[in-house]
């Protein structure tokens, strides 16, 4: 057996626990607390395997960032993960049934995060040389768009020979993604004018009804031949039965393959007029990550992915995506960027969010082979 592979296996236990030990420590976007415990746990196992803990990047309006060094190098290697999910506290269970770990972020994505711990901590303890300088980022705000991250995940990314991404890699094929869709999210407020339902409703202006409209024409710039999803995602407003609405509000996710559909539907949104005379409307929001396209290093950067997984016995393949991910940034500065090295599974914001427990060493000596031959 590969002597990677081999060691993977050896701790496979291990590496189990060590995600439990992040998955149990909840860390929704929005709740800076909740966050900075699952920080510190990640610092945790970072000095326990290495015997140091990573530099801490302080936020003053956001959660704290992580950033991690391993190894020597002119070159330089970023990995990319982050340790905030989509779920609040105590939405999910954790649980281990059926050959599977199921829990909030289990694979989207601190199960990646772990199994990139767990690389780095192989190469050292066998002595593999790793002739590029290491870089590990954990962040914070990923599942939000990355607001207060992608500053630092772009200047960490300027010179780097590569990025890695520790998203899950597509399920089902476990294929890697070296293409993602670009996106967009907008909020479109609308102002009406409150009335009486019954004695005065031909003075109101209903906001509702505008956002309904809204909503109709929105949804049908939705073409799927080229790749443009339009989905209303949140509807707010309204209130007494009795009363005219005079306020709703709507939340608008747009996936989209190419910088041109990005712009048009930018375009579209900073036009957008209203349907209902007397009716105000108000957008805001934008472009959060453009679209990942690969490059000829790209090319190269699976091509060598290939080899690693045959030396696995594992057959890659590359997919592209319609999610977007922190590797969207990289990839747009030109910087050849794999993505899906994470674990397993299937469920990303999904109630059945889970890891497949089988495939945990082999996903993790893949990394670690990558983290040494590139």
Not at 15 to 31: N, R
Request: net charge negative; with cysteine.
């Amino acid at each position: 057996m590969d002597q990677i592979k081999a060691y993977m296996t050896k701790h496979h236990q291990d590496i189990m626990e060590d995600m439990k030990y992040i998955v149990e420590s909840e860390s929704p976007s929005h709740d800076k607390a909740l966050l900075d415990v699952c920080g510190q746990r990640i610092q945790d196992l970072l000095e326990k395997h290495f015997g140091y803990r990573a530099m801490l990047i302080e936020e003053k309006e956001h959660v704290n960032h992580l950033r991690f060094e391993y190894g020597e190098g002119e070159e330089k290697l970023l990995i990319l993960s982050h340790f905030d999910t989509v779920w609040d506290k105590g939405e999910l269970p954790i649980k281990e049934e059926g050959g599977k770990i199921f829990g909030p972020g289990i694979l989207d994505m601190k199960g990646g995060l772990v199994q990139a711990i767990w690389s780095m901590k192989a190469c050292k303890d066998l002595g593999l040389h790793v002739n590029k300088r290491i870089v590990f980022l954990c962040t914070s705000d990923e599942e939000i768009g990355s607001p207060s991250s992608q500053a630092l995940i772009e200047q960490e990314a300027k010179g780097s020979f590569c990025v890695l991404v520790t998203e899950p890699p597509v399920a089902g094929s476990g294929a890697l993604k070296t293409e993602r869709k670009g996106s967009a999210r907008y909020y479109v407020d609308v102002t009406g004018k409150a009335a009486h339902s019954g004695n005065h409703h031909e003075d109101g202006v209903n906001a509702i009804k505008e956002v309904a409209e809204q909503i109709l024409y929105l949804e049908s710039l939705t073409d799927y031949d080229k790749g443009t999803t339009v989905n209303v995602g949140s509807v707010e407003g309204g209130g007494p039965l009795n009363v005219v609405a005079d306020a709703a509000s709507i939340g608008v996710d747009v996936r989209m393959e190419t910088e041109e559909e990005q712009d048009r539907i930018e375009h579209i949104m900073e036009e957008l007029e209203p349907h209902t005379e007397g009716a105000k409307i108000k957008v805001h929001g934008g472009v959060m990550r453009p679209p990942m396209h690969k490059n000829e290093r790209t090319e190269k950067l699976f091509t060598k992915a290939k080899e690693v997984a045959q030396e696995l016995n594992m057959e890659l393949k590359e997919e592209s995506a319609g999610g977007g991910s922190d590797g969207n940034f990289t990839a747009a500065m030109g910087v050849p960027t794999l993505d899906g090295l994470g674990a397993a599974g299937e469920g990303i914001h999904a109630r059945d969010e889970h890891i497949l427990i089988d495939d945990i060493p082999e996903r993790t000596a893949l990394l670690c082979k990558l983290l040494y031959s590139v």
